[in-house]
C-alpha cells in the first residue's frame, strides 16, 4: 500500500529513490524527487532561500581551491564541506587559511563539487514540520564543538531537549521563517 522510505543518505535522500518510486506510481512516504534533489544541493537551497529574502551564511561554490579575493570574501572561521552529501560528511571547520587545502582535500574525497560557507557560532536547533503544520523546536546540545557526524551517530554524543528552552516570540518567528522555506 505503502513504502515507509526510512534510507538515510546518499540515494535515500538525493531523489533518486523517489524519482523510482514516483516512475512506478508507488506512494511513499517523505519528499519528492524535485524537493529531494533541491535539498541535498546545498547551492541550490542557499539560492533558493537568499532569493526569498532569508539570511543564509555568505556562501561559495568551487570545484578548484578558492583564490584569495574569494577567500577574503568570506573571512575565517569558515566551513568546508561536499555540496551534495549530508550528514556533516567531509565536514571540516576552518579557522585560518593553513586549515583550507587539507579541509577542502577532505571534502573533494566525496564530490567535486565543495561549498565554503561563513561559520556562524550559535544554537543547533530543528524545526519539524510535516505537511504544512510546524512542530516544537528540538535543541540539539553537541559533546563536541560541532553537530558532527559522531554526534549524530554515537549513542550519548548529544542531548536533545524538545520544546527548546527560547523565548516564546523568537520561536513563532522561528518557525514562520521554517514554513517559509517549506512552502518554497
Same mark, same amino acid.
Given at each position: ?14 531523489? &533518486? ?10 506512494l511513499? /512516504?517523505?519528499?519528492?524527487?524535485? !524537493?529531494? +534533489? /533541491?535539498?541535498? #544541493?546545498?547551492?541550490?537551497?542557499? +539560492?533558493?532561500? !537568499?532569493?526569498? *529574502?532569508?539570511? @543564509? ?5 568551487t570545484? @578548484?581551491?578558492? /583564490?584569495? &579575493? ?12 561536499? &555540496? ?7 565536514? !571540516?571547520?576552518?579557522? #585560518?587559511?593553513k586549515g ?7 571534502? !573533494?574525497?566525496? @564530490?567535486d ?7 556562524? +557560532?550559535? +544554537?543547533?536547533i @530543528? ?16 559533546? &563536541?564543538d560541532?553537530?558532527?557526524y559522531? $554526534?549524530?551517530y554515537?549513542? *550519548?554524543?548529544?542531548?536533545?531537549? $524538545?520544546p ?21
Amino acid at each position: 500500500d505503502l513504502i515507509f522510505n526510512g534510507l538515510h543518505g546518499g540515494d535515500g535522500e538525493n531523489g &533518486n529513490i523517489a524519482a523510482y518510486l514516483e516512475s512506478l506510481g508507488v506512494l511513499f /512516504t517523505g519528499s519528492g524527487e524535485i !524537493s529531494s +534533489r /533541491t535539498c541535498m #544541493d546545498k547551492n541550490l537551497s542557499k +539560492r533558493i532561500v !537568499s532569493e526569498n *529574502g532569508i539570511n @543564509t551564511p555568505k556562501w561559495l561554490l568551487t570545484e @578548484t581551491l578558492l /583564490t584569495k &579575493n574569494q577567500i577574503e570574501y568570506l573571512d575565517f572561521p569558515i566551513i568546508v564541506k561536499p &555540496n551534495d552529501l549530508g550528514s556533516t560528511i567531509g565536514l !571540516s571547520l576552518v579557522k #585560518d587559511k593553513k586549515g583550507l587545502s587539507a579541509a577542502y582535500n577532505d571534502a !573533494s574525497k566525496f @564530490t567535486d563539487s565543495i561549498i565554503l560557507e561563513s561559520f556562524i +557560532r550559535g +544554537r543547533e536547533i @530543528t524545526v519539524p514540520i510535516i505537511g504544512s503544520k510546524s512542530f516544537p523546536i528540538v535543541e540539539i546540545i553537541p559533546k &563536541n564543538d560541532l553537530y558532527d557526524y559522531e $554526534c549524530k551517530y554515537t549513542d *550519548g554524543m548529544s542531548e536533545y531537549f $524538545c520544546p527548546a528552552d527560547i523565548d516564546t516570540a523568537l520561536v513563532s518567528y522561528i518557525k514562520d521563517v521554517a514554513l517559509k522555506i517549506h512552502k518554497l
